[in-house]
T-cell receptor
């Protein structure tokens, strides 16, 4: 089944403890992206990647890192999480065409709480 | 950044009625996409309309695009309880930006 898999689904952690949220897709998509969703603010893009070893900042990259060593994986790293990073996180992937995205496939989300 | 803004923010209609949501954006686009999100779950891609298209249909969904007004609309015909969700438009080629969504509630 074509899908984007995020892990974990739920995570409670303490301030400053490094964590990684994994994202994997099995559709050979070039494009992958991370979003956070907060009430009243909608979805905001954190980082995106157009292909292996190519990553770029979205609108809210501060406090996050990503890597794209393989086409299928795009982990999100919080080196020193803070309470303001408590949020619902989504990974998404897409084929790319000459005129942009072909439509995202989203993961099921990771609900992160930083205390 | 290009950004879609949906209107209205919330909409409640009776089951069987049609629901219309609008999206406005700021700069020229290659395509515009609509997504649905059931509470707290991942977004589901509904339809993509390219800048050279004016209207597109998918089942009970009809999307229009007016590039001169920088706006799009999503029409859901003969609404059902299962259509209760939030609906988002998205624009952009590399940095893909979502609006804040329209919360649609279908009343029984």
């Amino acid at each position: 089944e074509a899908q984007v898999t995020q892990n974990p689904r739920y995570l409670i952690t303490v301030t400053g403890k490094k964590l990684t949220v994994t994202c994997s897709q099995n559709m050979n998509h070039e494009y992958m992206s991370w979003y956070r969703q907060d009430p009243g603010l909608g979805l905001r893009q954190i980082y995106y990647s157009m292909n292996v070893e190519v990553t770029d900042k979205g609108d809210v990259p501060e406090g996050y890192k990503v890597s794209r060593k393989e086409k299928r994986n795009f982990p999100l790293i919080l080196e020193s999480p803070s309470p303001n990073q408590t949020s619902l996180y989504f990974c998404a992937s897409s084929l790319l065409t000459g005129t942009g995205s072909y439509g995202y496939t989203f993961g099921s989300g990771t609900r992160l709480t930083v205390v | 950044s290009q950004q879609g803004e949906e209107d209205p923010q919330a909409l409640s209609i009776q089951e069987g009625e049609n629901a219309t949501m609008n999206c406005s954006y700021k700069t020229s686009i290659n395509n515009l996409q609509w997504y649905r999100q059931n509470s707290g779950r991942g977004l589901v891609h509904l339809i993509l309309i390219r800048s050279n298209e004016r209207e597109k249909h998918s089942g009970r969904l009809r999307v229009t695009l007016d590039t001169s007004k920088k706006s799009s609309s999503l029409l859901i015909t003969a609404s059902r309880a299962a259509d209760t969700a939030s609906y988002f438009c998205a624009t952009g080629d590399d940095k893909i930006i979502f609006g804040k969504g329209t919360r649609l509630h279908i009343l029984p």
